[in-house]
């Protein structure tokens, strides 16, 4: 089973790293503008947006068209949710979504966090699962992928005033990128036995002479995009773990590397577009090193670190709690090791089952503010966030002006970088420390002790880094934890998107310094080192104590023979 489990995990990398790159140079051409096979269709949503791609914008006009359409974005999904009840395309008749949990889920689809209080087959109809749910699908990717695009052109242009158009980089990334991606994804899907219906529930009989009702409808067109778009939110309440949004091993396999691959792919568009590609591979193996190492520690934790659990949870296999005996540990490992790297949270096993150890890399991986290849474009400018403080680090020790791509970095870019990264600490220890004294907090809880603490943990990590994976056993659908969640969200969200546009404009006006013997490379093994190093140390000391309240004291107790 070991060298299986190997081969599987191989072949995932390999499909990454071979995959990647072309993925990245066709995203370069589409927004430099070079790609115009659907160019009738983009014209007609210009003239709709009143813009043309040329009317390029300053940061600040960037910025405030991001959370502009955004909040036009919330308040649609809201209204729909509101009023699903008397809207079409409701055969199961679902009642109207109440206020709490509707800006909660609102909140959740416009900053691409997906996260979900609720059973999405016994709560939505298919009009709020299609035009509301869907549709923010697309568009919190492509503003995400938008945002990045913006951020990576103030970091090449030069003595520049502007970043882009942000309608255009919208309507580029989900016409040619996202789009297409999806419809080809969701056709793999409907062939491996995903519904695409507009049916409502339908009654089975089951062998012992019971009626179990099963819900179906659009399902494969929402599960494309949830994965490429790293998304996650899911059709069916168990998410990827239910044979009707995940049937097969190839649908796994896929919807695994669905996740990662635009991601991923960002890395060489950077290279790209900054013309030296050695700038993008350095970024890409940083964040490949840091993906296997926590791979191999949740993969090992719940392969062989649960000898005080019940024979029937840990068996030959390892810890098989809450896991789909079709896709195994690894398979299990390895998709919680993709979807909480990514901005995705999807799940095909239930995270709260893992064994202690194996739940602290997904939650330091999104404690990180998912840097590890992370969010369609909200991974990239999340990580370049750290490249500049690396790079700040970095020139202190040789006592020179840090320099990045040839632009300096000086007083104003650090000072909005402490800005951004001190956003997951706000949302993870602040909005959790105010929750666990809410009497909210203790009800929510399945279990005690530190596991209890590790499901408050899990959830407002999740909900601050925008993953929307959840520890299950956690009832977050109270008014309090819908309310608190959402904050978190939106904080997790545009703190970064501003920040980092902040920077953007304060670098595109800058001149290039010319390289010189005293330049500090950033495409070398020392800078990656660095960089990993950089990531490592500071969320290492930001969240370790916490950490240490949790799962680590979990872990504790269970090699003493105590289980929660």
């Known amino acids: 089973m070991l060298l299986s489990d190997l081969f599987q995990m191989a072949l995932y990398i390999a499909l990454i790293v071979l995959l990647a790159p072309p993925l990245g ?10 790609q115009r096979w659907l160019l009738p269709v983009e014209n007609v949503f210009y003239a709709i947006l009143g813009t043309r791609p040329t009317l390029e914008q300053h940061w600040v006009r960037y910025a405030l068209a991001v959370l502009g359409f955004n ?33 909660n889920t609102a909140v959740s689809f416009i900053t691409n966090t997906n996260w979900q209080s609720y059973g999405g087959e016994t709560t939505l109809s298919h009009l709020s699962q299609m035009l509301g749910l869907t549709v923010q699908n697309f568009l919190s990717a492509a ?16 003595e520049a005033e502007t970043i882009g158009n942000f309608w255009a980089d919208l309507v580029r990334g989900t016409l040619y990128i996202l789009l297409p991606l999806s419809l080809l994804a969701a056709c793999v899907l409907m062939w491996q036995g995903v519904p695409q219906n507009m049916s409502g529930p339908v009654e ?44 097969t091993p ?3 396999f896929l919807q695994m590397f669905y996740i990662l691959w635009i991601g991923a792919a960002f890395c060489f568009l950077f290279g790209r577009m900054a013309g030296d590609k050695r700038q993008g591979y350095a970024l890409f193996w940083a964040m490949l090193v840091m993906f ?77 503010g998912e840097v590890i290849f992370g969010g369609a474009g909200s991974g990239f400018y999340g990580i370049l966030l750290y490249v500049v403080l690396t790079v700040f680090i970095a020139g202190l020790m040789v006592g020179r002006t840090p320099e990045y791509l040839g632009k300096k970095i000086e007083a104003r870019e650090i000072k909005l970088a ?15 420390s105010l929750s666990a004294f809410s009497s909210d907090a203790l009800n929510a809880m399945q279990d005690q002790g ?85 990531v490592v140390i500071v969320d290492g000391l930001t969240f370790f104590p916490v950490l240490a309240l949790g799962p680590i004291a979990e872990h504790m107790a269970m090699l003493a023979g105590t289980l929660y």
């Open 25 to 34: 140079a066709y995203m370069h051409t589409v927004y430099e503008g070079r």
């Open 71 to 103: 909040l036009l974005g919330f308040l649609v999904l809201y209204g729909l949710l509101r009023f699903q009840d008397v809207l079409p395309l409701n055969p199961a008749g679902q009642a109207a979504v109440g206020p709490a949990l509707s800006f």
């Open 143 to 158: 503003t995400g992928m938008a945002v990045a695009v913006a951020v990576i052109r103030g970091f090449v242009r030069k």
């Open 204 to 247: 089975a009989t089951m062998l012992e002479g019971e009626t179990q009702r099963i819900a179906q409808g659009p399902v494969a067109s929402q599960v494309a995009i949830k994965q490429l778009g790293t998304n996650g939110g899911g059709f069916f309440a168990v998410n990827s773990a239910h044979p009707y949004e995940n049937p």
């Open 250 to 252: 190839l649908t796994n």
């Open 292 to 368: 296997l190492v926590s791979l191999g520690v949740t993969y090992g934790a719940e392969k062989w670190t649960a000898p005080a659990m019940p024979a029937p949870a840990f068996q030959a296999d390892g810890n098989m709690e809450g896991k789909e005996v079709r896709f195994g540990v690894a398979n299990s490992a390895l998709w919680a090791t993709a979807t909480t790297a990514a901005s995705n949270g999807s799940v095909n096993a239930m995270h709260d089952s893992f064994t202690p150890l194996g739940a602290v890399m997904p939650m330091f991986q999104m404690m990180t």
């Open 418 to 432: 402490i800005i951004a990264l001190l956003a997951m600490p706000f949302g993870v220890l602040l909005m959790c």
């Open 450 to 534: 530190p596991h209890g603490f590790s499901e408050l943990l899990y959830n407002y990590s999740s909900a601050s880094a925008n993953n929307g994976s959840s520890f299950a056993g956690f009832n977050a659908n109270t008014d309090w934890h819908n309310t608190m969640l959402a904050l978190c969200m939106l904080l997790g969200r545009y703190v970064y998107v501003v920040v980092m546009l902040a920077i953007a404009g304060s670098l595109v006006v800058k001149k290039a310094v010319p390289h010189s013997v005293g330049t500090f490379p950033t495409h070398t093994g020392l800078f990656i080192g660095l960089l990993i190093g950089f």
